[in-house]
């Protein structure tokens, strides 16, 4: 599938997914305190990361545009204007790139509307058990699976494009263009990302190593989530949790 039909049908998924949460109130509630309670735990899980200056720039790129709990309708309905001219607005491994953040954003609302589902049912428990709880009620290992292998893509794939000769000038040119066709917040990612990494190319490695934790960390607490202990698991939580800033 070409990044156009890749970003239509992720996008078409995304709306479909938003108008459930829309027309059920309390499922719609539930799917922000989710995503709330999930940002807190990138925060807690990421504290040494987001305090050394030499990693803080990728984790909070990643705890705002892949894990926060900001309402990303702007972006998508930017993504859905420019799908058909993707391919011809940008480079190939930009649109590539579009292509796997459509994508991973369906997914991801898809996961969070079934732990919303889950978050509900638990009503009245402490947060760390509730989401314990929630996260096994909605099961769906391989697609958790699925979405942090797609998160650490995304990040491997803005890595790959800082060595792309020229395109950060390119970047740089389409500001202009860009507010002009009311694509400011597609721009900011495209900047942000490419800048990120482009500055922790700069230490050999580092991108790889802050990937590597992050598939590392997500991978251990997924497993926890899933298959350990249920009050041990709930203890962990809390701490990290409690580490949020």
Not at 34 to 50: I, P
Not at 104 to 118: C, F, I, R, V, Y
Not at 126 to 148: F, I, K, N, S, T
Not at 185 to 191: H, V
């Amino acid at each position: 599938m070409d990044a156009a039909r890749s970003i239509r049908a992720s996008l078409d998924t995304v709306a479909r997914l938003r108008l459930q949460a829309q027309s059920d109130p309390a499922l719609g509630a539930a799917v922000r305190e989710v995503k709330v309670l999930q940002a807190r735990r990138f925060r807690g899980t990421y504290a040494d990361l987001l305090a050394d200056p030499a990693y803080a720039p990728a984790a909070r790129f990643f705890l705002e545009e892949l894990y926060g709990e900001r309402d990303f309708a702007q972006r998508d309905d930017q993504f859905a204007r420019i799908a058909g001219a993707i391919g011809t607005l940008f480079p190939a491994q930009v649109a590539d790139t579009a292509g796997r953040l459509a994508a991973l954003h369906a997914l991801t609302e898809s996961l969070d509307l079934q732990l919303a589902a889950g978050w509900r049912q638990e009503e009245g428990a402490p947060d760390p058990m509730r989401y314990v709880l929630a996260w096994r009620h909605a099961g769906g290992r391989a697609e958790r699976r699925d979405q942090l292998t797609g998160v650490v893509a995304l990040g491997e794939e803005l890595a790959a494009l800082t060595r792309a000769p020229g395109l950060r000038l390119m970047l740089r040119m389409m500001r202009g263009p860009a507010a002009a066709a009311g694509l400011g917040a597609l721009q900011s990612f495209l900047e942000n990302g490419f800048d990120t990494f482009a500055g922790m190319a700069k230490r050999r490695g580092a991108a790889e190593r802050f990937l590597g934790q992050v598939q590392a960390r997500e991978s251990a607490l997924m497993d926890r989530l899933f298959d350990g202990d249920l009050v041990a698991c709930e203890t962990e939580l809390a701490r990290i949790l409690g580490q949020a800033r």
